[in-house]
């Protein structure tokens, strides 16, 4: 089943914050943040991993809660060039365990930058 | 650049006709992912290889069907195509199946049904 992300849209100024959040109704092992721009491929950002263990992008933090079954991407002092569409992909396991790397992705959240 | 390559780059094509998608992944990389891309659906996955054998299907139609090379690349395959059909296509490809590995997506493969 699709993650909710949340907000759908949202509009900032150069140097606001922005907090983007994906919940899932399914247990999940990991979660992957990628920003897509218009006409152009996603982008890789960021892995949080179950256990804590994050990897990605040196200006942009994010969080896991697995009792929650959330992740939430923190956007601070964003600039111009994080305008675009902000994706959650999340993971989970089949019955028996076994994870074979497949994302299921939010809908996304437009973000818009403006100077 | 991502590194993986995706050819062509616009389809036009008529309903009923049948064509072919090509993923070249990023050098290393063993596992290729396959995504549609369309307004109203988001990023759907459909299928994913690792070192030639099928790994995970998602909501892949039996119209649709995909294989991964000795080489690593890999195609989609399209069939009996529909107005619906169109929309953007995406590869992706990662180092394994691991959950801690990023996919690196490709410019994608854009189909317009006419």
């Known amino acids: 089943q699709q993650p909710v992300q949340s907000p759908q849209a949202v509009i900032l100024r150069e140097g606001e914050d922005a907090v983007i959040n994906c919940s899932s109704s399914?247990?999940?092992?990991?979660v992957h943040w990628y920003r897509q721009k218009h006409g152009e491929a996603p982008v890789f950002l960021m892995i949080l991993l179950k256990g804590g263990e994050q990897k990605g992008h040196e200006k942009i933090s994010a969080s896991f809660n697995e009792k929650k079954q959330q992740s939430s991407l923190y956007l601070t002092a964003s600039q111009l060039s994080y305008s675009g569409t902000y994706f959650c992909?999340?993971?989970?396991?089949?019955?028996?365990?076994?994870?074979?790397?497949?994302?299921?992705f939010g809908q996304g959240t437009i973000l818009t930058v403006h100077p | 650049d991502s590194g993986v390559t995706q050819t062509p780059k616009h389809l036009i094509t008529a309903t009923g006709q049948r064509v072919t998608l090509r993923c070249s992944p990023r050098s290393g990389d063993l596992s290729v992912y396959w995504y549609q891309q369309s307004l109203d659906q988001g990023l759907q996955f459909l299928i994913q290889?690792?070192?030639?054998?099928?790994?995970a299907k998602g909501n892949i139609l039996e119209r649709f069907s995909a294989q991964q090379f000795p080489d690593l690349h890999s195609e989609l395959n399209l069939s009996s195509l529909e107005l619906g059909d169109s929309a953007l296509y995406f590869c992706?490809?990662?180092?394994?199946?691991?959950?801690?590995?990023?996919?690196?997506f490709g410019d994608g493969t854009r189909l317009s049904i006419l």
């Open positions: 992909g999340t993971e989970t396991r089949d019955a028996g365990g076994t994870s074979y790397g497949k994302l299921t």
């Open positions: 290889y690792y070192n030639g054998e099928e790994r």
């Open positions: 992706a490809s990662s180092v394994g199946v691991l959950s801690n590995q990023p996919q690196h």
């Open positions: 399914k247990a999940l092992y990991s």
